[in-house]
């Protein structure tokens, strides 16, 4: 009898262990990063989420303060067949001053802006500078910049002054904060990312790609997903939709394991509307 219940055991804690194991190596997180293109039904990225009211919020108070063309981050999980939103992030490209005209904070803008004053813009960086999704006038207060860094001193095309510390690599977008001066800006704090802890493994993304770098890749400037070219064009005039698996949008589906084609699949729908 003892023997039965000692193997038993065995069995249990083995069958146990080999579940988790399959488990982490599977897709362990998703999330978009994208414009509310739908309030009624709440999509982003022309996908649909239902909202929670436990769905945690940054940079707006209430799910009520959405509005169409708002840019988000946002993390999902399965909602019986379709998906919820767990964390939802708001995440203007340009916060700060209007310094000209179509420019704010000496970034051309392509959106219609009011005269003067100081605008929250949503949208997303192109090779020629920021397409706005969504322009509100605003009080001039702390300024705002999220964009892919340079070491030798900007994040986008924002010039950034005088001695700051960023724990960011080349290439990395990040959120700046502090004061925009005639002269560039001046860094009060810094942010890595768009999302707070840890990426999600599958993304959907909308953007414009950059240039090709030497290696031969395109890179989304909304986050650093990248896709090899092969000698072809990415169409960096072009706004797209792409799904991203760790950072590449030209993963192989054939070494993925059949659930993860089937998230993918399922999660990954609106890429192609």
Known sequence: M???????????????VTSAEEKEGGIIGTGVVGEV???DTFEVAGMRFNLPETVV???????????????????????GEGWQATELRHLPVLIGPITGENEVMGVPVFGDLPKGGAVVIDGFWS??????????PTERGVDQVIGRYDPEGSVGTVRLLGEHTVNAERGDVI?????????????????IGVFKGAVPDLLLVEGFFDEPNPAGDAILLTIDARMAL??????SDQKVRRCALH?????????????????????CI????
Do not use: C, H, P, W
């Open 2 to 16: 003892m023997q039965r219940l000692v193997l038993a055991l065995i069995l249990f804690l083995s069958f146990g």
């Open 37 to 39: 293109t739908a309030l």
């Open 57 to 79: 919020l940054t940079g707006i108070d209430r799910i009520e303060d959405l509005r169409m063309g708002m840019t988000l981050s946002l993390r999902a999980a399965r909602d």
């Open 127 to 136: 090779t020629q500078g920021v397409v706005a999704t969504r322009v509100t």
């Open 175 to 191: 959120m700046v904060t502090g004061k925009y001066q005639r002269d560039g800006f001046a860094v009060v704090d810094t942010e």
């Open 230 to 235: 092969n000698g072809g064009a990415a169409g």
């Open 247 to 267: 950072g590449r949008v030209d993963y192989e589906r054939s070494t993925l394991s059949e659930g993860d084609v089937k998230t993918i699949d399922d999660f």
């Open 270 to 273: 609106s890429e192609t509307r």
